[in-house]
């Protein structure tokens, strides 16, 4: 007999577990470390909370009512429910603040390879740090947690979620056009972004740089000669770059086209990518209107990781195989890390 469970959910063996448990320890050690405090907050959250956020591709999966009828959803994320904890909790606490988190989210995402509407993620917020100096922070824990727990092959792509909009206002794109050009570029379908390009009747030079600009990538060279609107961002990831020590600096290569599907990000944008998985294991970056809206207003960035996908990164390193199916699965299916 054959019992379903919720779609985009899994079961979780024990030997998985364990090697689960290791991988979450060494996190939490590198956190530490680093004077990140370990937060809990409650999986349910009233939805007009996270409604103050900008969350539309990452929507709650689930919604129950209390009591009163009032609307609960399962949290997407932990960086709203923590930018909740700064308002509420630490309203007079000097800055900067630094929380950690191991904790499941629930995302209303059409479950395919890679993408379950429950995941376990483990990450910092750092609450009060401007840029660059704090964008350089997280960076660096960032990389120590992966160095913790014996990722090899990693990279991480810096972009900044500010500089395609700046050009976009700068070439007089029109209004309406803005969002679908926006969201066409986060999922990097440059085919459909040339389309829509065209179809927004802007000259053919203008054109021609939105869709070159975002496709450049690689090294600090990349960033000489940015067009004047997006000279600021590119300026800001530079001093970003100078700020790393070179063992970190080493993994950064600089992705101008960059975007993060979230909508409250601000300025500089990461992701990692491991050879092992055709994927992102996680990623953060820059949001510093998003306390504000919770009643304290502070610079923040943070960032977390997908504990799921760095586990079949590491089996896929440890194998020797490159692009590892993304189906967490999948890797049960073949026996783990062990």
Avoid at 22 to 34: C, P, S, Y
Wanted: proline share 7%; net charge negative.
């Amino acid at each position: 007999m054959i019992h379903r469970i919720p779609s985009g959910t899994r079961d979780v063996l024990p030997d998985e577990t364990r090697e689960v448990h290791v991988i979450t320890e060494a996190l939490r050690g590198v956190f530490e470390k680093h004077g990140y405090g370990e937060v809990s907050t409650p999986a349910l959250e009233y939805e007009t909370v996270l409604a103050r956020a900008d969350m539309a591709e990452a929507r709650p999966a689930y919604r129950v009512f209390d009591e009163a009828g009032a609307v609960l959803v399962l949290r997407s994320d932990m960086t709203v429910p923590i930018a909740r904890v700064v308002a509420t909790r630490y309203p007079t606490v000097e800055p900067p603040l630094r929380f950690c988190y191991v904790a499941h989210c629930y995302r209303g995402v059409r479950p395919q390879r890679g993408q379950p509407r429950e995941l376990l993620q483990a990450g910092i917020e750092l609450i009060g740090a401007p840029a660059p100096q704090g964008t350089a922070e997280a960076l660096t824990v960032m990389c120590d947690a992966l160095d913790a727990v014996g990722l090899k092959g990693y990279r991480v792509g810096l972009g900044d979620a500010s500089l395609f909009g700046a050009l976009m206002a700068s070439l007089r794109v029109p209004e309406q056009s803005r969002p679908e050009l926006l969201a066409t570029l986060a999922r990097r379908d440059f085919v459909e972004l040339e389309q829509l390009l065209a179809a927004a009747g802007l000259p053919d030079e203008a054109s021609q740089l939105l869709l070159s600009v975002p496709q450049r990538r690689g090294g600090p060279e990349v960033l000489d000669g940015m067009p004047g609107p997006a000279a600021e961002a590119a300026s800001g990831m530079r001093q970003v770059h100078e700020l790393l020590a070179p063992e970190v600096a080493e993994r950064v290569i600089f992705d101008l086209g960059l975007l993060r599907s979230i909508g409250y990000y601000t300025g500089a944008v990461f992701e990692v990518y491991d050879p092992a998985l055709g994927a992102p294991l996680g990623g953060g970056g820059r949001y510093d209107d998003l306390l504000g809206r919770y009643g304290r207003s502070l610079p923040a960035v943070g960032f977390a990781l997908g504990i799921d996908r760095l586990h079949i990164a590491l089996a896929g390193e440890e194998r020797g195989t490159g692009a590892l199916a993304d189906d967490p699965q999948q890797s049960v299916a073949r026996g783990g890390t062990g």
